[in-house]
């Protein structure tokens, strides 16, 4: 099963001026788009929806960066578990708000 990158906008892809798009964060965008042509699938991973939603989507493509899903997990992870839980699935989540978690707590 490939990578799967599940990314936040707000704060991460972009500084965060919620409802507004904030600007660019140009070295996470970046990073994602050679993630991507590394094989990895994206997933845009965010609270927005209805149009603040599409708005995201419009920036990030404005951007180069074009998901291979939205707020859902990947289409090959749906079938290979054959489930759509509430909880996006990913191998990664990136998000500016992320607490690491140290083995034993």
Wanted: aromatic share 8%; glycine share 10%; net charge negative.
């Amino acid at each position: 099963m490939r990578k799967a990158i599940a990314i936040d906008f707000d704060g991460c892809l972009c500084t965060d001026a919620f409802p507004a798009i904030g600007k660019p964060n140009r070295a996470v965008i970046e990073l994602a788009k050679q993630e991507q042509a590394d094989g990895a699938g994206l997933i845009l991973w965010t609270c927005r929806e209805g149009p603040l939603l599409q708005a995201a989507v419009d920036a990030c493509r404005e951007w180069g960066l074009e998901f291979d899903s939205v707020n859902e997990s990947l289409p090959d992870w749906i079938e290979e578990f054959g489930n759509r839980p509430r909880k996006v699935g990913a191998s990664e989540y990136w998000d500016d708000k992320a607490v690491r978690m140290g083995v034993g707590l």
